[in-house]
């Protein structure tokens, strides 16, 4: 059993969850993930470290409620448990000096960037961050990562906060600038905003690395569920990414795939709402 | 009782056990046989010669002493039945259930000849059965504990017969479990109907209350490393029995369209993930209107049956012969009684999407049947001009598995053939020091049995390297039980 110590919306809809799972914090890296189970039946889904202490013995998740697993999990409370939690899983990111580099976060992607953002201020890079959202109530964690970063934009679709426009616009904007200087782009969040933000950088011709978010449920390479196309060829997520080089991704498949179950997840969701009186 | 039933005239043919009928059974998920009744056991029991060379013994992987566990059934006695196969076999509601008996203890027998082996399997199952469904279930006896850890990776039939023979000799014993269920593929893979999820767990609850402790969620490579276990963690021995759990794919065009499963997946989400429960269940499966499995193995039939009961019009696709195909004869019978259709000598090229990448049709060729090949079997050859596609909603590769690389890449030390097994002695000692390893791992796909056997002989050998204690011979799977001797045309 896996404690939750503490457990807050941080926005409307996006939840953090600190939990105790002392064999995990010690060895969690940035860009890995982890797979959680709610309860019994519940089902496994995949969500990345978003932050560790290796004293405290704890790891802490950030989700944002989209079917009934996330749901169930945002009615968790500090001193219930998860039925499971397993990892860490995939590949950590290549933590090293590549000079400057731009972190792009969408909504819900600033939690696993932040990490790794923190990760590369530490190897001595210059870091950028985009921070980006759909108006100022969506926007967390932003004293954090302007506490990693050396230069931090907040854009928001709205205008609401920050500037108004889509993370492309300044990563456009930078690259015309310094794009030299620039070793290596992060870009994590929802599959249209990567998608963009890898075709904004692919003209300038710097590494992109995106973190794809299939649909999974071993985590471990057993079942192929996960499967994506990468430069041509299949690849699991699980074991050879999370992150891949976003020019060489096939967006539309991993797209497809990730709506192979909308009908059962609306029902599911439907049910669960119903029955929850939400 | 068994005086009784003796006075009957012996049976000569099989005992056919009861199975629910095909139509209704197409249904549901409930177990398929339905198992015998004590007369039915008594009467099948007396069959046995009893022979004083019993042939039947020499095809069991683990040797169990067949005439002696069938002598008292039919006297009556069907706890020390269970107790008599137990000396040699932890876990026989399973085996009595999954084995291929037709292939190994059954194709011994010396009535097999004539087609009458006796249901050796059956018996298993029934007296197994019998232990578990009145709370007979003895715990053995156990050695003072002797100080030394074992760390087990792997809940599947090897890793749980290593688990259960060293808790007895004394260990402390620890399971490391990815999943958080146990038992490997007799959990994620083997559907319900035919090995009740309920009764797995009864066999591993028992190795629990022996003593034997398991961390689930716990995955040997990223969680924690091999080394980290025999070092700072303290365990004098580690033994890897992760299986094979890679799934393999045709390499054809199309095959990462939605729609697409490996039997893995399809069957994990099934079985583990209890998807045929869904909603209850909060994971979704595919369903599929018209299923296609690839693949002539057990593990197709498996997915096919699964299929069916999902309400699907499902076919087999297999580019070889029906006799070719390396399922069970009793599971190709099965699924074809409950509906599943073969679709024999066509082999896939392509798999076609639609709009959204959704699979909806398989591009296949016919083929025919040409010389034989190094394994004997007559090669398949594409008939020219036969390309077709067939309609599918659902697709499920069955083709076969590979070695899982996540646990053996990330030890060091451990030596690997070219397709990325453990290599292993006949003991399973590895390259590194003290570790073992067995099961599928180091054959690749095999049998339940045949993992329960490799897992005995790497157990005694651990005993041997921290204890300094001697194999047993007689307690070894190869050896022979009390003085039987064994002759077969082979020479075994
Ligand atoms: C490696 C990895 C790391 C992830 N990290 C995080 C994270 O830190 N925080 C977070 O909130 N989410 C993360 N996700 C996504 C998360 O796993 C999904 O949001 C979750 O599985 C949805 O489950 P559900 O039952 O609530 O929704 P469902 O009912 O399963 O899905 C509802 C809808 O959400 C979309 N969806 C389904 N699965 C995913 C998915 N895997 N990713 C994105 N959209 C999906 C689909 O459009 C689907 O129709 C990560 C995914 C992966 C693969
Ligand atoms: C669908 C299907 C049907 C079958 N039907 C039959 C049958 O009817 N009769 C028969 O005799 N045989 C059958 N087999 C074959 C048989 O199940 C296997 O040969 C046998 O289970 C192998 O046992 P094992 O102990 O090697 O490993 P497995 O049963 O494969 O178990 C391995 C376990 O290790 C765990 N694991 C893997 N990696 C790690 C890690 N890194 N850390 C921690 N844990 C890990 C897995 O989660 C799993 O629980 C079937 C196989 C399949 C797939
Ligand atoms: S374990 Fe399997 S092979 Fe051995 S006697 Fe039982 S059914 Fe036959
Ligand atoms: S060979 Fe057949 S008849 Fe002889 S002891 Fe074995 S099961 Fe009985
Ligand atoms: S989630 Fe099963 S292989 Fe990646």
């Known amino acids: 059993m896996y404690e939750i110590i503490s457990m807050k919306e941080l926005v409307p809809d996006i939840f953090e969850a600190v939990v105790k799972a002392p064999e995990m914090a010690k060895k969690a890296k940035a860009g890995e993930f982890l797979i959680v189970m709610a309860d019994e039946k519940g089902e496994r889904i995949p969500l990345t470290v978003a932050d560790y202490d290796r004293e405290a013995g704890t790891i802490t998740i950030v989700f944002m409620t989209i079917g009934k697993s996330t749901y169930k999990l945002s009615k968790m409370k500090a001193g219930d448990s998860y039925y499971a939690f397993v990892g860490p899983l995939g590949h950590a990111s290549e933590i090293k000096d590549y000079g400057t580099v731009i972190c ?131 690849k699991f997520t699980c ?40 | 009782m068994g005086e009784e039933v003796a006075k009957k005239p012996k049976r000569k043919e099989r005992m056919p056990m009861p199975e629910q009928d095909p139509k209704v059974r197409a249904t549901n998920f409930k177990e398929v046989p339905l198992g015998y009744t004590e007369e039915m056991a008594i009467e099948e029991a007396i069959r046995c010669a009893q022979c004083k060379v019993p042939a039947c013994v020499c095809g069991c992987p683990v040797n169990i002493n067949i005439p002696a566990f069938i002598k008292e059934i039919a006297e009556g006695n069907f706890a020390e039945a269970a107790r008599k196969i137990k000396e040699t076999n932890a876990l026989p509601a399973v085996c009595g259930r999954v084995c291929p008996q037709e292939s190994q203890c ?49 809940s599947g039939p090897s890793g749980l017969t290593v688990a259960g023979d060293l808790i007895q000799l004394g260990y402390e014993v620890t399971i490391f479990e990815a999943f958080h269920k146990p038992g490997g593929v007799l959990m994620y893979g083997i559907p319900e109907f035919r090995l009740p999820k309920a009764i797995v767990e009864s066999e591993v609850n028992y190795l629990v209350q022996l003593g034997v402790k398991i961390e689930y969620n716990s995955i040997v490579g990223k969680t924690v490393e091999v080394d980290e276990l025999l070092g700072e963690r303290g365990y004098d021995a580690v033994f890897i029995g992760v299986g094979a759990g890679l799934p393999k794919f045709l390499g054809i065009p199309g095959e990462n369209y939605g729609g697409v499963y490996s039997a893995n997946e399809y069957l994990t989400r099934s079985n583990l993930m209890k998807a045929y429960r869904f909603p209850e269940y909060d994971t979704p499966i595919v369903m599929g209107k018209r299923v296609c499995v690839i693949g002539g193995g057990n593990v197709a039939m498996d997915s096919a049956r699964t299929a069916v009961r999902l309400g699907a019009d499902t076919y087999i696709v297999y580019r070889r012969a029906r006799e070719q195909m390396p399922a069970r004869g009793e599971e190709i019978h099965h699924a074809e009684e409950e509906g599943v259709k073969m679709m024999l000598l066509t082999n896939p090229v392509e798999i076609i ?116 204690v001697p194999k047993n011979k007689e307690t070894s799977p190869e050896a022979l039980p009390d003085d039987l001797e064994c002759t077969l045309p082979d020479g075994k």
Not at chain 1, 135 to 158: G, Q, R, Y
Not at chain 1, 245 to 252: I, T, Y
Not at chain 2, 110 to 121: E, F, L, P
């Open chain 1, 104 to 234: 792009v976060a969408g909504g819900v992607g600033t939690a696993p960037i932040y990490p790794i953002a923190r990760a590369l201020k530490e190897a001595g890079n210059k870091i950028i961050t985009i921070q980006g959202a759909r108006n100022k109530d969506l926007i967390f964690w932003e004293d954090k990562m302007a506490s990693v970063s050396d230069e931090h934009i907040v854009m928001t679709d709205d205008g609401t906060h920050g500037r108004k426009g889509l993370v492309t616009e300044p990563l456009k904007e930078i690259l015309e600038r310094d794009g030299d200087k620039v070793g290596i782009i992060y870009a994590i969040g929802p599959i249209p905003m990567m998608k963009f933000s890898a075709l904004t950088s692919k003209p300038f011709g710097n590494l992109t690395m995106v973190s794809l978010n299939s649909i999974m449920v071993d985590g471990t390479g057993m079942c192929g569920g996960c499967r994506c196309e990468v430069k041509g060829e299949t």
């Open chain 2, 106 to 154: 059954e194709a011994q027998c010396v009535y097999n000849r004539m087609g009458r082996a006796i249901c050796i399997g059956r018996l298993e199952r029934f007296a197994a059965d019998y232990e578990r469904e009145n709370d007979l279930i003895e715990l053995p006896e156990k050695a003072q504990p002797n100080g030394k850890k074992v760390a087990v990776v792997g």
């Open chain 1, 239 to 278: 074991v050879d990414g999370p992150e891949f080089d976003g020019h060489q991704v096939d967006w539309n498949l991993l797209g497809s795939r990730q709506r192979i179950y909308l009908d059962q997840e609306k029902e599911s969701l439907d049910n669960y709402k119903a029955e929850e009186g939400l």
């Open chain 2, 353 to 468: 999407g639609d709009e959204n990448n959704m699979a909806k049709a398989l591009k296949c060729v016919k083929m025919e049947l040409g010389e034989p090949d190094e394994s004997g079997r007559s090669r398949p050859v594409e008939i020219e001009g036969s390309e077709h596609d067939i309609e599918f909603d659902l697709i499920i590769n069955s083709i076969g598995a590979n070695a899982n690389p996540l646990l053996t890449k990330s030890t060091e030390g451990l030596e690997l053939n070219k397709w990325g097994y453990i290599v292993a002695d006949e003991y399973g000692k590895t390259s590194k020091e003290n570790v073992w390893a067995a099961g599928d791992i180091v054959t690749g796909m095999a049998t339940v049995i045949e993992a329960m056997g490799a897992g005995r002989m790497s157990a005694m050998d651990i005993h041997e390297k921290i204890m300094g």
